[in-house]
């Protein structure tokens, strides 16, 4: 059921709706740990030692995100940190080949985006969305639309890897709007994140709508505009329900 959390005033006046990519079009945490499953069976295939073969997926990404955390500001490239992950992970193993980190990571790439699935309700709203928005992809993620199943749909793309700011940082709205050609105010944001996109579009003025598919409770005191289950009940929030 949708919940209303406050009306988008004149809703003809947005002319342009950003959406988050990560666990909003497509479940990156499913997709993620596919890939590191497959990363994982040639790792050990190639490392056949004790500590190896007691990795798991769940360290590989422990390890990938405290190395995020170091880099953080100074290595925007998210391919580069997975790179970099790798190569930590063979260090924290005690057999450190970058030649092998560099092999590991093109499997990985290779699952992470060619076995992408979106979720159910993306492709039929987007059809309903396109004759009407522009749409747009705004993300601190790194999968390029074309990679996905969703070349064609949009007019503008903004990862936070390549103009070094990241949600919830207003100013990466800000670049959003420039680049859709747009006012703040014209500009609908749809994400899965309270703290990243509900926050950063309200801090930005921009209009927000927090797509909530599991019904977990908001106890912050972050509030979007709208509270949607599925993206389907977006065009309803917009009028277009017919």
Known sequence: MRVQRGDIEKPLQISTISFDGDMTLWDFQKVMRHSLKHTLVELQKQ???????????????????????????KIWSLEEIRLRAFERTLEHLGCP??????????????????????????????????????????????????????????????????????????????????????????????????????AGARNAGVSSVWLNRESVLNDTETQPD???????????ILSLDG
């Not at 004790?50 to 990938?64: N, Y």
Request: glycine share 4%.
């Open 226 to 236: 709208y509270e949607v289950a599925s993206l389907t009940e977006i065009p309803v």
């Open 47 to 73: 490392v056949s030692t004790p500590r190896a073969l007691e990795l798991t997926v769940d360290k590989m990404i422990v390890i990938r995100e405290q190395f995020a955390e170091e880099v953080k500001g």
């Open 97 to 198: 080949d970058k030649e092998l980190a560099a092999h590991l990571n093109a499997i990985y790439r290779k699952h992470r985006f060619e076995d992408i699935e979106l979720y159910s309700d993306v492709i039929p709203t987007f059809d309903a969305l396109a004759p009407h928005f522009k749409l747009g992809l705004l993300s601190n993620g790194n999968t390029y639309p074309e990679r996905c199943g969703l070349e064609g749909y949009f007019t503008f793309v903004v990862f936070s890897q390549d103009v070094q700011v990241e949600k919830p940082d207003p100013r990466i709205f800000e670049i959003t709007a420039q680049r859709a050609g747009c006012e703040l105010a014209q500009l609908l944001h749809v994400g899965d994140s309270l703290e990243t996109d509900i």
